[in-house]
Nanobody, 119 residues
Framework: QVQLVESGGGLVQAGGSLRLSCAAS????????MGWYRQAPGKQRELVAI???????NYADSVKGRFTISRSNAMNMMYLQMNSLKPEDTAVYYC?????????????WGQGTQVTVSS
């Protein structure tokens, strides 16, 4: 089993910064992808930033140039540095590990951390 725990959310004024962390425990190997998603009230969960299996990164257009995803060499920590935050960034942020286990693709999610950006 894999457990993911996010931290670092909070209330910040527009233009401010936050750094989210995701701590992963358990058997982490055969990673298809790992990334950050967010869900605002009344909206569907959306991709924010992701590491592909090749190690490249992709970002949602709305966060390009403002957010940076990073991770530890052991892949057991993942971060999201969020700068120049806007009120529309307000959401619950989730980390996700997309793993291949015994030939089956399994997605693991954290419990989420709230980010609120005031105008």
């Amino acid at each position: 089993q894999v457990q993911l725990v996010e931290s670092g959310g909070g209330l910040v004024q527009a233009g401010g910064s936050l750094r989210l962390s995701c701590a992963a425990s358990g058997s982490i190997f055969r990673i298809n992808a790992m990334g950050w998603y967010r869900q605002a009230p009344g909206k569907q969960r959306e991709l924010v930033a992701i590491f592909t299996s090749a190690g490249s990164t992709n970002y949602a257009d709305s966060v390009k140039g403002r957010f940076t995803i990073s991770r530890s060499n052991a892949m057991n920590m993942m971060y999201l540095q969020m700068n120049s935050l806007k009120p529309e960034d307000t959401a619950v942020y989730y980390c996700n590990y997309d793993l291949q286990r015994f030939g089956v693709r399994i997605n693991y999610w954290g419990q989420g951390t709230q980010v609120t950006v005031s105008s």
